[in-house]
């Protein structure tokens, strides 16, 4: 699947959390949302993105645009990573990379140099219409959060 443009319908899906509930993008229907693709849990990187997406859960919160974070990394380690780094927001897992196969954030990438496949760190604004607001992709951990808040509160 390749990239998705601004006004892109954003792909439907339906994958379970830490706590194996089952969280849909319909269930934001009327809402916009944040959704974010990284590689895994309990890593630098990583970590550095889901920690500055919870210290701005807050103002996310009170634009009322929730955070959900998918990887395929399992919901014990998903419990694990939330807990350790005390997130507050959904962490759910995509095990066959199915949905980040449909955003166009799985798929070749090249990190020093060397081809892969993997998770392409991706974050999406879905607006409350369930079309791509904003797609944002190969971003950097650090500071990303920030730059989504920006254009939120833009």
């Not at 443009?5 to 969280?23: S, V």
């Not at 095990?95 to 980040?100: E, F, L, S, T």
């Amino acid at each position: 699947m390749g990239k998705l443009a601004p006004g892109d319908r954003a792909p439907a899906f339906t994958l379970p959390d830490q706590d194996g509930k089952e969280i849909s993008l319909k269930d934001f229907v009327g809402r916009r949302v944040i959704i974010y693709f990284y590689p895994k849990d309990d890593t630098p990187g990583c970590t550095k993105e889901a920690c500055q997406f919870n210290e701005n859960l807050h103002a996310f919160s009170k634009a009322d645009v929730p955070v959900l974070g998918i990887s395929g990394d399992p919901a014990e380690k998903h419990q694990a990573f939330r807990s350790k780094f005390g997130l507050t927001f959904p962490l759910l897992t995509d095990a066959d990379h199915k949905v980040g196969e449909a955003y166009g954030a799985w798929g070749e990438k090249t990190l020093y140099g060397k081809k892969s496949i993997g998770v392409i760190r991706s974050t999406f604004l879905i607006g409350a219409d369930g079309k791509m607001a904003r797609p944002w992709y190969h971003v950097k951990a650090d500071g990303h959060a920030a730059k989504v808040l920006a254009e939120i509160e833009g």
